[in-house]
């Protein structure tokens, strides 16, 4: 096998459905951090002008997050199934999902310029309010995710679970309103679910700060 | 086979590389458009919250426009080989190519917004000024763009001709400066490669308008 690297930053964001993916599969890699390295700032800028999640294979980098998760999750098995769906019909929705959650996020990455405090978190809690630009994506998803449940896993929703956690407290982004998710009520089902999968309880189950999202709401 | 039925605006865009990918794998379409189908907008505002381009499959709606490109590339071949590579590391660089020229479309984007004719203009020939946000992407993809000549067509590349494209002249994005990717010698020698491919120089051969950008410029 060979030897995988993850450079990211500690947060889970678009790191964390890469190292879930390669938890569930057992395939064993270096989490590499600015806590866990301190050489960490000139490793990631030596790979400029590839962007953070970087994934080393044997020293060879690769970036762009979803494609290293699709990537993985090829080479990632749970109960004998690839993550990334063999089916290709599986796999759109599979690839479907992932774009979805993509259009969802986006809104807020243009709030991280803002400098201001209280501004920056005026406009994230805009995003969520009931005619809010997340809150529209918020909807589809909701309606959507009812699809997931008592579906085989696979890297899709592990995206799902990943990024929709970061709009629950606590988060590392500030100014998400807690509880912004509660009235998604399949949203809370599909957390449930995933949360529940035996090796995603193991992964999490001393997680602490904002990883304590990916515990069961009701264990 | 399924009847496939693709709809989206009569321009190149995110529908172009779908279009593209079924004519390469002999996957006959209907190719509605406003100006195919009177019923377009009713047909287009019933299938909402789902976006453009959408591809029914037997009159199931299928959205997200690299989602339907990979699968489509899954089903269709070129040479008996699929055209969303079997060899996952390959897959992976194919994944990577499209996400990186999303990367260098999305400041883009923001620009339709703006109402003033002559600002959205400047607006957009500062994107591609020496310093500009697309013109930092346009220098990694000439980079990186190299190791696709010569190798085997894929999506990635279909989608990287067809959105590079879509930054030359004639374009129906107004405000693009003639001659914005005239610098990047291995994007023009991407574009040769790929113009010149058989099935890809039979699409077009008397495309007119938007579509004489798809024709090698030395044939």
């Not at 991280?112 to 809690?125: C, H, L, N, P, T």
């Not at 909807?139 to 890297?155: F, Q, S, W, Y």
Request: with cysteine; glycine share 6%; hydrophobic share 40%.
């Amino acid at each position: 096998m060979p030897e995988y690297e993850l450079i990211y930053w500690p947060i889970t964001g678009l790191g964390e459905p890469i190292r879930l993916c390669m938890a569930i599969g057992g395939i064993p890699f270096t989490d590499t951090t600015p806590k866990s390295d301190e050489k960490f700032m000139d490793k990631k800028n030596g790979l400029a002008p590839m962007q953070v999640p970087i994934l080393l294979v044997d020293g060879k980098p690769m970036d762009q997050s979803s494609a290293i998760l699709r990537y993985m999750g090829k080479l990632c098995k749970y109960e004998g199934k690839p993550l990334y769906p063999e089916d290709p019909m599986e796999a759109y929705w599979c690839d479907n999902l992932i774009m979805l959650i993509d259009d969802c996020r986006s809104p807020i990455a243009g709030t991280f310029a803002i400098q201001d405090q209280a501004e920056k978190e005026a406009a994230r809690a805009a995003l969520f309010a009931e005619d809010g630009k997340i809150s529209k994506f918020l909807a589809i998803i909701n309606d959507k995710i009812v699809e997931r449940l008592g579906k085989p896993v696979n890297v899709g929703d592990l995206y799902a679970l990943c990024i929709t956690n970061m709009f629950r407290q606590p988060t590392f982004i500030d100014g998400i309103p807690a509880g912004a998710l509660d009235k998604y009520e399949n949203l809370t089902k599909f957390h449930e679910q995933m949360a529940k999968l035996p090796p995603i309880l193991e992964y999490y189950k001393d997680a602490v700060e904002i990883r304590t999202t990916f515990k069961p709401f009701n264990p």
